[in-house]
Nanobody
Framework: QVQLVESGGGLVQPGGSLRLSCAASGSIFSINVMGWYRQAPGKQRELVAD???????SYTDSVKGRFTISRDNAKNTVYLQMNSLKPEDTAVYYC????????????????WGQGTLVTVSS
């Protein structure tokens, strides 16, 4: 059906930057909202940022001014530029996409990526 492939995680020092990417592929008719969630050890998964098909964005308060979400609709790809990273940003980051397949054109399904680990440490 639809697959998400994430990339860009890794180890970075506090104050550093990383850029996450998530590419959707498969039998895609259209994509609505694309977003990034994260889950730190011992904590619940939380929404970090999302972006609509029209480009409207929202962010959780703790990342405002540091993270930027963007998307390339032609490539079915969403990005998360993370600057001024802090140790508390350490988590597994998950891509989340609301996608309609060719078979079910107007029924949106929620698809998750496999997760990519971001570690902020000196």
């Amino acid at each position: 059906q639809v697959q998400l492939v994430e990339s860009g995680g890794g180890l970075v020092q506090p104050g550093g930057s990383l850029r996450l990417s998530c590419a959707a592929s498969g039998s895609i008719f259209s994509i609505n909202v694309m977003g990034w969630y994260r889950q730190a050890p011992g904590k619940q998964r939380e929404l970090v940022a999302d972006i609509t098909s029209g480009g409207s964005t929202s962010y959780t308060d703790s990342v405002k001014g540091r993270f930027t979400i963007s998307r390339d609709n032609a490539k079915n790809t969403v990005y998360l530029q993370m600057n001024s990273l802090k140790p508390e940003d350490t988590a597994v980051y998950y891509c989340n996409v609301h996608v309609a397949t060719v078979a079910l054109k107007y029924r949106y399904l929620e698809v998750w990526g496999q997760g990519t680990l971001v570690t902020v440490s000196s």
